[in-house]
């Protein structure tokens, strides 16, 4: 096995894991993720006037967001069983996109870095999980291009 599968493999199993464990809490309505999606809805509420936005049925509510989590981690434990090169190039791009907009959030509302005194670990792993679908999609980049007509 080479350098580049092994790290493939462990970048889209760490995605996975993340996006996977963190299910449980956007799919009950835990308290977590009630007090995240009600920040980032009041925070649209008083600045956009879009209240709603992040709670259903809006269309960045929790289990929307979830079941992206849920098919981006599919599509990369998919890819790495059929040793598809598109498909963790098309995880990694959903993964760093859905990541694209929590760290946007964290940074860039009263969210915060810092969530309910967590010292920032759900920041720092959509950070990880952001350069970790940034390297899958750049290392795959070429089955994309294949895709388009474009190799």
């Not at 809490?25 to 308290?31: A, D, H, L, M, V």
């Not at 969530?115 to 999980?129: E, K, S, Y």
Request: proline share 3%; net charge neutral; hydrophobic share 55%.
């Amino acid at each position: 096995m080479d350098k580049k599968r092994i790290i493939t493999g462990v970048l889209s199993i760490y995605i996975a894991f993340v996006f996977i464990q963190s299910l449980f809490f956007k799919f009950t309505g835990s308290p977590e993720t009630d007090h995240i999606f009600g920040i980032l809805d009041k925070w649209a509420a008083d600045s956009f006037g879009l209240e709603g936005l992040f709670l259903p049925p809006g269309i960045f509510n929790a289990y929307v967001i979830g079941g992206a989590e849920l098919i981006a981690s599919l599509i990369l434990l998919g890819a790495l069983i059929r040793k598809c090169n598109l498909g963790s190039a098309i995880g990694g791009a959903m993964a760093s996109g859905i990541m694209t907009g929590a760290i946007f959030f964290h940074l860039f509302t009263p969210l915060g870095v810092e969530v309910q005194g967590d010292g920032g670990t759900l920041f720092i792993m959509a950070c990880g999980v952001w350069i970790s679908g940034m390297v899958l999609l750049i290392w795959n980049r070429k089955s994309i291009f294949c895709l388009l007509g474009k190799a």
